[in-house]
């Protein structure tokens, strides 16, 4: 796919699943992985910051075939050069990552995601050539325990009337939760262990994706 075709397929995402196996309750990533394929997930974020980078690339290669099989989109976490070995379908790059301009010029057929923390970066990333954003973290959560501030669902009302591209929201998003982010106008909800965690991995998939698409 090139760009285009795979900017197409995102604005068809409803539930974006980020896969790291230290919170996969005991399981492996591609054990959590199937059951987001099985479930109907569109998409899926491959995380991991603490393995070394030839595991990483071969866990990467395993994500990589299943989810080409399956017609799922799939997204590397901050490496531009994994994604492009790998043939990912896109890059996803926090605030102290690669800058957008220089990730483009390396991999101008991938997709390019932002992480943004205000209206402010939100908008630097859409003027900078992000494919899309993700807004975060809407509520507390285990995965970013250096954040200690929340944006809260009003910023999510805040927000998007600002953006042309699309969003994801995410952090501490759940099952209890995500009728709030929903309402407040999120069309594509990230989540780590509301999926990862899930005794049934399949289901919790389909019972999110039904949550976010009620009102489409």
Known sequence: MNRQERI?????????PVITESFCAGR?????LDGVILGGAKIVQLREKEIPMK???ELALAFRRR???AGVLMIVDDHVDLAL????DGVHLGQNDLPLSAARRIAPELLLGRSTHSLAQA????????????LGPIFSTGTKPEHTTFLGPDAIRQIAPHLRIPFTVMGGINGANIDQVVDAGAQRV???????CAANVAEAVRELRRRIRRNA
């Open 8 to 16: 197409a397929r995102l604005r068809e995402v409803d539930l974006y």
């Open 28 to 32: 492996t990533s591609l054990q959590v």
């Open 55 to 57: 595991q990483l690339f």
């Open 67 to 69: 989810t080409a099989d």
């Open 85 to 88: 070995a790998v043939d990912a």
């Open 123 to 134: 908008l630097e990333a859409q003027e900078q050539g992000a494919d899309y954003a993700n």
């Open 190 to 196: 990230a989540v780590v262990t509301a999926v990862t």
